[in-house]
């Protein structure tokens, strides 16, 4: 299995007085076809490290590699490029655009590359069909309740097939019958058409549902029970790696 | 999704470049702006006021001006007037009796006209005491005159040979209307100099002769033999051939009077008429003015509509950088809404503009003049306005990072 994502070494501060360590030291790869959840409490660095893995913001330290190329290497609209083309985002928020159907809002996933107004459409109409709303195409948001606007979201998300998809909170502003139909899809998308899926939660009963768990605590790896290597790596990176290996605790349950 | 298909087999060229369409970059603006129509039409109102006012006082002068122009077309600027100069002991001269035929002998001279001021006056009836002259000055004049000042009648029969010895009269247009006269009157009689005058026609409005239209003509014949007219014109009417005009002109004071050229003036009252056109475009830069401050003030609209956008739609500027959006995409999107805001104003003022130039122009009787460079360039300036504008919150819209916008939500 090739890698979809590698974290090598990454740290992340924020600059102010006294400066915020949101990242240390982190390593984890994420293979291609997994289906992760990053699991931590508020202020854990969970969101840090799925804005580095999204490439919305760079690491102070270490390497990240998304979908191959490092992202340091890489200027602000390769940066774009490399979003609009390897990844999707779900946010907690949904963030749908109000004046736009559903099927736009979906087909808006393919807009910026560049496909064609018609085949956004139709790539679009299958993507809801897959998360089951092929028949609230026409529908405005505001139409749709919350647990359709986030399919909405996560149709938008895998229309352009990414490498990966991000989905940070997918369920926070669901109610738990939604939040599990939703999880439902998401375990469906990943085993029937083996789209590598990463949700960021803080909910550990909705991340012991996923094939495998990464704790994150004050912004270190504080368990990860099916660390993957690094492919390809260097010795060094190896190096690198096993420095910060912390014993792995399984927690949660399969 | 073709069923079956894994997601992550098909494997773009994840750096690969594709632009955005204009045609998509249209539609988001278009549904941002929709989004927000109330908005959106009052921005795009401030901007149309400015070029309504714009293209309105462009339009008006310019329909002023063709009008003024037009007319000056159809009376020809071949028209001099001879008159009476100032004479260096300073005592008012008159023109020599033969002037006219003098000036009829030069070459390029097609028609020639003279009139005799009288120091008569003319009134409704003899019950109206003399001072009451109403400014109508009574010449005398023969029927040459008519043809070399392009008169037409209103009403009536002209001055020709036969009546020009009889007392009647013909009235210039202003002339009437102070006597109480109209087109149906004629036919009545006046009182001029205490005796009664037959009104035979009422002249049309003469804009190059003004002095006609305020006077009461009759026939030289009967002015010497009533009046004791001399025969020494006050003032001669020359048409002359256009290519000659400034030859003419030079010549007309030496040969009008050989003994004393500088007791006679030549003026071309076309340059009068031609002067005012010219006024009536010095006249409107200051209602450019105005009109370009209400652009400015539309300008400052837009601007700070857009930066109120940039900060409230942090979230949607966001969600489209994580879709893959490069900052130019974020300031293309902000700056064609900018524009399209500006744009629409610009339309809908230059045809307000248009619509108050054709209302106005027809309620003067002018010709219509549609300033079209003016809406051109009304249009143009509209859409720069528009894009210097938005460019400050574009680019602000696209400097915040991606994970700013987002945690703004």
Not at chain 2, 40 to 48: N, S, V
Not at chain 2, 117 to 135: H, Q, S
């Amino acid at each position: 299995m090739s890698a979809a994502i590698e974290l090598l070494g990454v740290g992340k501060e924020y600059e102010g007085w006294p400066p915020v360590v949101a990242l240390r030291d982190v390593d984890l790869v994420i293979g291609e076809g997994e289906l992760v959840a990053l699991v931590g409490p508020s202020g854990s660095g969970k969101s840090t490290m799925l804005h580095l893995m999204g490439t919305l913001d760079r690491p102070t330290t270490g390497t990240v590699r998304v979908a191959g190329p490092d992202v340091a290497a890489m200027n602000d609209s390769q940066l774009s490029r490399l979003r609009a083309n390897a990844i999707g985002f779900v946010f907690q928020q949904f963030f749908l655009l109000g004046g736009e159907s559903a099927l736009e809002n979906v087909a808006d996933g393919l807009l910026y590359r560049g496909v064609d107004g018609v085949a956004r459409r139709e790539a679009a109409h299958q993507a809801l069909q897959r998360v089951g709303l092929g028949h609230r195409v026409r529908h405005r948001p505001a139409q749709l309740s919350g647990g359709e606007r986030q399919r909405v979201a996560i149709a938008r998300a895998l229309v352009g097939r990414p490498m990966v998809i991000l989905a940070d909170e997918p369920t926070g502003n669901l109610d738990s019958a939604t939040g599990g139909e939703l999880l439902e899809l998401l375990l469906e998308l990943n085993a029937e058409d083996h789209a590598t899926i990463v949700v960021i939660t803080h909910d550990w009963d909705l991340a012991s549902r996923l094939p495998r768990q990464v704790e994150i605590r004050d912004g270190r790896i504080d368990g990860d029970p099916a660390r993957v290597q690094p492919t390809g790596r260097s010795k060094l990176d190896i190096g690198l790696q096993s420095r910060s290996e912390t014993p792995a605790a399984t927690v949660g349950t399969h | 999704m073709a069923a079956g298909t894994p997601i992550s087999s098909v494997r773009p060229d994840y750096l690969q470049h594709r632009p955005i369409g204009v045609l998509d970059l249209g539609r988001i603006a278009v549904a941002a702006l929709g989004a927000r129509r109330l908005r959106t039409g009052l921005t795009a109102l401030g901007i149309a006021i400015g070029i309504a006012a714009l293209v309105a006082v462009i339009g008006i002068s310019e329909s002023s001006r063709a009008d003024l122009l037009a007319t000056l077309d159809r009376l020809g600027t071949n028209l001099l007037t001879v008159t009476p100069g100032r004479s260096i002991s300073g005592e008012r001269p008159t023109l020599p009796e033969r002037a006219s035929s003098m000036i009829a002998r030069i070459g390029p001279v097609q028609r020639v006209g003279a009139v005799e001021a009288l120091g008569v006056t003319v009134r409704r009836t003899d019950l109206i005491p003399a001072a009451e002259t109403g400014g109508i000055a009574v010449i005398a004049t023969d029927a040459g005159l008519l043809p070399v000042l392009g008169a037409d009648l209103a009403a009536g029969r002209t001055l020709d040979s036969v009546m020009e010895r009889y007392p009647t009269v013909l009235l210039g247009s202003v002339a009437a209307v102070r006597l109480g006269l109209a087109a149906n009157d004629v036919g009545n009689l006046v009182d001029v100099g205490g005796k009664w005058f037959t009104v035979i026609g009422i002249l049309k409005p003469l804009p190059l002769s003004p002095e006609i239209d305020r006077s009461a003509l009759i026939g030289l014949a009967i002015a010497e033999q009533l009046f004791g007219a001399t025969g020494s014109p006050t003032t001669i009417y020359v048409r002359v051939s256009e290519g000659a005009i400034a030859d003419v002109r030079s010549v007309l004071p030496a040969t009008v009077n050989p003994a004393d050229p500088t007791a006679v003036a030549v003026s071309r009252p076309s340059e009068v008429l031609a002067a005012k056109a010219a006024a009536t475009s010095t006249f409107i830069s200051l209602f450019l003015g105005l009109g370009a401050v209400a652009l400015l003030v539309g300008g400052l609209g837009i601007a700070n509509v857009m930066l109120m956008a940039a900060l409230e739609r942090r979230s949607e500027i966001g969600l489209r950088r994580a879709l893959g959006a490069t900052r130019s995409h974020i300031i293309g999107q902000f700056l064609t809404e900018a524009v399209l805001i500006a744009g629409l104003g610009g339309a809908l003022g230059a045809g307000l503009g248009c619509l108050v130039t054709v209302a106005y122009a027809s309620s003067q009787g002018w010709l219509v003049a549609i300033p079209w460079t003016g809406v051109v360039s009304g249009l143009a300036l509209t859409v720069a306005i528009g894009a210097v504008a938005g460019l400050y919150s574009a680019v602000c819209a696209a400097r915040t990072s991606p994970t700013e916008s987002l945690r703004a939500a």
